[in-house]
């Protein structure tokens, strides 16, 4: 195994999705489905006889500069590896392009979830494939924030004070920032967290076939649940599944793991558990799970009173749980709506719920998990920073105290957030504006954007007023939306320190 770590990254990814592959085939092949094991058995002998040859060709190459060449190979592998991964799905689906094919690699890979094709229309071994690839998007997301996007204060680290990340804390990011090269970071990372996130998708797959869900069904909902993809073989994902109420119970408490780092590594728990109490993002995702559905809640019960209708205790509560599930679900963008969401509306009396629910997948989770947006870290430190610009205009000789929370931050961390904000809201302009010259109206442009630059592909089926058609848009659109996806999935900072000169040098 060592000489595979000496390999290009981009390599190693050829060989990691050709091995890949051999699960849909497997799994056809049980299902008595010969044709489609015969499609991705014969991708994945093809494409491992590739990596063979390639690593031969490659394995005394000699990477001087491996921050940046992973972070190319980062690029490349949102970029171009999915249109490996689209073949055996191309030879599948018979009826479609191959770009469409690679569009959804694209949605897949990068976590977003946004799929052109109905349920019905896939055999049961594509959606084990689609979920398998969003999951493992989702894993080297995992170890890349960490092992790639750490060193280089992106990612949202960029926040987070240089003296926080040069700290030993037994095994966190501190030890590997500066000392070992970056494969020797993704090597040791990978090891450590891939027991973690193959544990909990296994657990979860566990407790959602004893909740009721079939095994096929649990474990594609148990992988986008841990990889925030929301890709499901069923209309209406969690909502269809049999597991019904219990089933998103268990969700939501794994869905808790895109809040913040620090439920699955030790990197800022010098103080042991007690350490996720005073978490910024932990604290402000969960106030924004508790406080917004809540509000709608409060919101309509309050007119009812009032207007002296009767009241049902139970369609209430119904009404919150759904609320509560489907708004943890976008900020963490994950994208599954409750089944009970329909009464959650309708206690609510909220007409444009889609413009609450885009609203949340801009917010986005935690920074090194799996889901995308601005990432709560950020958010976090823009609130802080209103906050003490606002003290300072009712006392202008104000001092302001730092605490212990406050001094995990950059003296410029807030201005950092705000330069990463203005980037990400031109971002929304320059591709909804791009999409708009292909036809599209502009809310269907606006909720096209949002869902690819927020990895939040189920936006486009809710928070529209009907239901998108997105095979009906132009190769032009549906190449914008691509690129639109890997830019979020990226971050506009990764993008521009790739095009710094002072990088390439």
């Known amino acids: 195994m060592l000489w595979a770590t000496r390999l290009p990254l981009i390599v190693l990814l050829v060989g990691l999705g050709a091995l890949a592959m051999l699960v849909p085939a497997i799994h056809a092949y049980a299902t008595r489905d010969l044709e489609t094991a015969r499609a991705f058995l014969y991708s994945s002998v093809m494409f491992l006889f590739l990596f063979a040859m390639i690593s031969v060709a490659t394995s005394n190459y000699r990477i001087r500069r491996q921050g940046r060449s992973h ?21 599948i689906v018979t009826d479609t392009s191959f770009g469409n094919a690679y569009l959804e690699m694209v949605s897949s890979l ?17 959606h084990l494939w689609r979920a398998l690839v969003g999951w493992l998007g989702g894993f080297f997301m995992w170890v890349a924030a960490i092992a790639i996007f750490a060193p280089l204060n992106l990612g949202g680290f960029e926040v987070v004070a240089a003296t926080e990340s040069a700290r030993d804390q037994r095994g966190g990011v501190a030890r590997l920032d500066h000392i070992g090269e970056p494969s020797e970071r993704l090597t040791r990372f990978a090891f450590r967290l891939a027991p973690i996130y193959g544990g909990l998708t296994l657990l979860l797959w566990i407790v959602l076939m004893m909740a009721g869900d079939r095994p096929l069904v649990a474990i594609c909902h148990a992988m986008a649940t841990l990889s925030t993809s929301g890709i499901s073989l069923i209309d209406g994902g969690v909502a269809g599944a049999s597991s019904g109420y219990g089933g998103e119970v268990l969700i939501l408490i794994f869905l808790l793991f895109a809040l913040s780092r620090l439920t699955f590594t030790s ?8 350490a996720l109490l005073r978490d910024p993002e932990l604290r402000l995702g969960l106030s924004l799970i508790a406080v917004l559905p809540m509000l709608l809640f409060l919101r309509h019960w309050i007119a009812t009173i009032d207007e002296g209708a009767e009241v049902s205790l139970f369609e209430g509560i119904i009404g919150l749980w759904g609320a509560i599930f489907t708004v943890a679900s976008f900020l963490t963008t994950t994208g ?8 959650a509306q309708v206690w609510s009396g909220l007409d444009a719920a889609g413009l609450v629910l885009m609203g949340l997948a801009v917010f986005g989770g935690g920074v090194a998990t799996t889901a995308g947006g601005v990432k709560l870290l950020r958010v976090y430190a823009l ?6 610009e606002m003290e300072k205009l009712v006392s202008p000789s104000s001092v302001g105290g730092s605490g212990q929370v406050a001094r995990r931050f950059r003296r410029q961390g807030a201005y950092v957030a705000w330069v990463f904000f203005m980037l990400f809201a031109l971002s929304i302009a320059t591709v909804s504006t791009t999409l708009a010259f292909f036809g599209l109206s502009f809310e269907e442009s606006l909720v096209l954007t949002i869902a690819s630059l927020s990895t939040t592909g189920p936006l486009v089926s809710v928070a529209a007023e009907t239901p998108i058609d997105l095979l009906a848009l132009a190769p032009g659109a549906k190449a914008i939306l691509a690129a639109a996806m890997v830019l979020g999935r990226l971050e506009t900072l990764a993008i521009i320190a790739l095009l710094n000169p002072e990088f390439w040098r």
Do not use: C, N
């Open 267 to 274: 990197d800022g728990r010098q103080y042991g558990w007690i």
């Open 110 to 126: 990068t976590t977003t979830g946004l799929t052109l094709f109905e349920a019905e229309r896939l055999p049961p071994s594509v």
């Open 383 to 388: 609130v802080k920073h209103g906050q003490r």
């Open 336 to 343: 599954f709506e409750s089944a009970a969401w329909g009464e």
């Open 71 to 91: 972070l190319i190979s980062l690029f490349a592998l949102f970029a171009i590896l999915p249109a490996m991964l689209a073949l055996p799905f191309a030879e």
